[in-house]
């Protein structure tokens, strides 16, 4: 009974180590990349494209990590938390590829920094943003629940000695 535990317990945090690597590392990173215009420069024309064309399939495997993880977990809220981030990444994964057929629309590597301010590339991003930011925020909710569920079902051990009184 305990191997099965700690076997539930470690495919648990690979899990979550999973969707930090798949959620959280890219959002920090490929924004900073390819849209700051410190490593890009926003004069180059094709960091738009790049970074939707390198960030959509990471959403799409954030996508299936999260799929496969709702089905993972014997707790309840887990689920529930994870199968939110799932809707979240849902609407994410549909800006996102709005967003990138925006920029397609309108020259691809070329198209004008204006789109940014555009209404199909807008509309999009709304969708977009909110998923990301929602999937963030219970990215956090569902690694705290997961570490408070796993302090609680620790019970305390015995050494083998009498207790003193």
Known sequence: ?????????????????????????????????????IVVPHTALWGHAVFHLIYLPIVAAAWWALWRFVSEPSHLALRV???????????????HAGELVSVVQRGFFSAPYSIFSENPHMFFATFAVAGI??????????TVTAVVQRLLRRSPRVTGGAADD
Do not use: H, K, Y
Not at 81 to 95: D, E, H, K, N, V
Not at 133 to 142: F, P, R
């Open 81 to 95: 938390i994870a199968a939110l981030m799932l809707l979240c990444q849902t609407s994410f994964l549909f800006g």
């Open 133 to 142: 930011m929602a999937s963030e925020l219970l990215l956090i909710v569902l």
């Open 1 to 37: 009974m305990a191997a099965i535990q700690r076997t539930r317990s470690s495919s648990l945090v690979v899990g979550i180590v999973r969707l930090w690597l798949l959620v959280f590392v890219p959002f920090v990173v490929l924004p900073f990349l390819f849209l700051s215009g």
